[in-house]
């Protein structure tokens, strides 16, 4: 299935994505695209309000982008194995059965099937800026990915390793 196919799949039902992405096997590129995926469209979200804040502070946009650039896309991934490690080890204690891979997958695709709605942010934190319709757009992403998350890694701890 094309990747925008699965992306609307999780809206309708997230655990079966990542069963149907389990069952084609352990494949570490796969997890590391989709991270990387989302790290990349995260920094792109960003540069609406860059731009915003480089204009209404005289602010150099080149340096506001290399900094969003770092952050995005070489420390944020590594923060996020970091996170999918302590979930695997909580869903551990909790009973699961799953491999730390299923984690990895369940955290990686739930972030970047959030995409659509990261984008969204970063267009109305642009163009409105700060206030309630970019608080309401954020607690709606944040939503979405956390039930993406839990549903995905639910299925995840379920497959036997």
Known sequence: MPLTADIVATYRGPGRVVRRLLDLGQREDRALIFVMGFCVIAFIAQLPALARRAHLEGLELNMLMGG?????????????????????????????????????????????????????????????????????????????????????????QRQAE
């Open 68 to 156: 969003a650039l770092l952050g995005s896309v070489i420390i944020l991934p590594l923060v996020l194995y970091v996170l999918a490690f302590v979930s695997y080890g909580a869903a551990r204690l909790a009973g699961g059965r799953g491999s730390a891979y299923g984690a990895r997958l369940a955290l990686f695709w739930a972030l970047l099937s959030s995409t659509p709605l990261v984008l969204l942010n970063g267009l109305v934190a642009g163009f409105l800026g700060p206030g309630p319709a970019l608080t309401l757009v954020g607690v709606i992403w944040l939503a979405v990915f956390i039930w993406f998350w839990l549903a995905g890694l639910r299925q995840a």
